[in-house]
């Protein structure tokens, strides 16, 4: 069964620090991947996604992922955090038609 | 494009009685998709719609519905509700076409039962 854990259910970084938010799948077949963000009160907002066409992916907000098909990872990083950064994001994989799997969550905080 | 809207965002219902949630997709997107968001589970999947026909559904009782119309407006109800039904109600619609998979997601209906 696929699924997707995220390490961390909380990250905590100062202002213009390196943001990196851990996310590993399980898949049986080449995934679909996604980072989404919500903001308080919110839905998803979709980040960037993964569909195999390159394994760096840039997306919105300054933030990119790179997809590791060796170590089953889909990490998102971004090179200096913003206080606009602070909120929850999520890992996603496609399942099949119309279904996502997410993981915990992890949420950002950003120290001035 | 305008972008995925629910409506209503905000529900009070009582344990017992049913309730309505609906969903505009995206402009030209046919697949429709509903989750539930929770604090304790997190974001499950619902069912999802295409072209007026559930394709897929996720492990929830039978109290949860669905439907799609033939515009691709959604609409989901939850009957005899249960004060475990409170929660974020979100769609998403999707293009679903190979290389185009992702999901938009609305605002969501925050819904509580009392």
């Known amino acids: 069964a696929q699924s997707v854990t995220q390490l961390g259910s909380h990250v905590s970084v100062s202002e213009g620090a390196l943001v990196l938010l851990r996310c590993n799948y399980s898949?049986?077949?080449?995934?679909?991947l996604f980072w989404y963000v919500q903001y308080p009160n919110q839905g998803l907002q979709l980040l960037l996604k993964?569909?195999?066409?390159?394994?760096l992916v840039k997306g919105i907000n300054g933030f990119e992922a790179e997809f590791k098909k060796s170590e089953t990872s889909f990490h998102l990083t971004k090179p200096s955090a913003h206080m606009s950064d602070a909120a929850e994001y999520f890992c996603?994989?496609?399942?099949?038609?119309?279904?996502?799997?997410f993981g915990q969550g992890t949420t950002l905080q950003v120290k001035p | 494009k305008a972008g995925v809207t629910q409506t209503p965002r905000y529900l009070i219902k009582t344990r017992g009685q049913q309730v309505t949630l609906s969903c505009s997709p995206i402009s030209g997107h046919r697949s429709v998709s509903w989750y539930q968001q929770t604090p304790g589970q997190g974001l499950q999947f619902l069912f999802e719609y295409f072209s007026e026909t559930q394709r897929n559904k996720g492990n929830f009782p039978g109290r949860f519905s669905g439907r799609q119309f033939s515009n691709s407006r959604s609409e989901m109800n939850v009957s005899t509700l249960e004060l475990g039904d409170s929660a974020l109600y979100l769609c998403a619609s999707s293009p679903e076409r190979p290389g185009n998979y992702e999901q938009y997601f609305g605002p969501g209906t925050r819904l509580t039962v009392t």
């Open positions: 898949s049986s077949v080449p995934p679909y």
């Open positions: 996603a994989v496609r399942v099949y038609t119309g279904k996502l799997i």
């Open positions: 993964y569909t195999s066409a390159a394994t």
